[in-house]
């Protein structure tokens, strides 16, 4: 939106919000009808989120493009390291698979396959919704890039778990936070409404194609583009 369309990044983050909100949405459904959306976890994280991402909206009205764009271009940084980076799988109490096993500080309860809701589980959960919901009002992405690697990291659920139940936390953050950027008064143009249309497209046709392609592959190409949009991004903001 910034490089192609020459938005600021005021104005490209709702736009980038709901056009991820409603992407996420379509994801979302799909990952509740094969049961693989831990949807308490989620909805612990999205009422986080949604409390702070109002917060990150007003900062991002308070603070100059040239600095969203230099604290955009180092997530996407940080986003392609993370993907790029080869983690031991194990076997563990997981849903649908093995994932990565250790003690964490929410872990799965071996006989029913739930979170054992702790108060340590319950607190990183939350933490994790203030800084996504933070993150996400401030820089007009969902949140994925945060709760996809921090859920890895944190939990013991598989992969297509965590990206399910990320996919129905950022539609619900992403909501939120277009609610309150229209309420500071930002409306979305003709082009916009055109964005969040093939974004949503994408996300259909993504689907489709990605259990055809190899993970690593979409891993690699996905870190690629990340790294191309975060120089284009400084680029722009020197």
């Not at 190409?221 to 020197?238: I, R």
Request: net charge positive.
């Amino acid at each position: 939106l910034v490089l192609g369309l020459g938005l600021t990044m005021t104005e490209a983050a709702p736009v980038s919000l709901f056009a991820v909100g409603a992407a996420a949405a379509v994801g979302a459904l799909d990952g509740l009808r094969h049961g693989l959306v831990r949807y308490r976890a989620a909805l612990l994280i999205a009422l986080l989120g949604a409390l702070f991402s109002p917060l990150g909206v007003f900062f991002a009205h308070q603070l100059p493009d040239k600095i969203l764009m230099g604290l955009f271009s180092a997530l996407m940084v940080l986003v392609a390291w993370r993907m790029l980076r080869r983690e031991k799988v194990e076997a563990g109490p997981s849903d649908h698979g093995a994932a990565s096993w250790g003690q964490k500080n929410c872990m799965l309860d071996q006989q029913t396959g739930r979170f054992s809701w702790t108060a340590k589980c319950t607190a990183t959960l939350a933490a994790l919704g203030a800084v996504t919901g933070a993150v996400s009002g401030l820089l007009g992405v969902g949140g994925g890039f945060l709760i996809v690697p921090a859920f890895k990291q944190l939990t013991d659920v598989q992969m297509r778990g965590i990206v399910a139940t990320s996919l129905m936390v950022i539609s619900l953050i992403s909501l939120i936070g277009v609610v309150g950027a229209f309420h500071a008064g930002v409306v979305i143009d003709t082009m916009g409404w055109v964005f969040i249309a093939a974004s949503i497209v994408g996300m259909l046709a993504g689907r489709r194609l990605g259990s055809r392609v190899p993970a690593r592959a979409l891993q690699i190409g996905f870190a690629s583009l990340c790294v191309v949009v975060a120089g284009g991004m400084l680029f722009n903001a020197l």
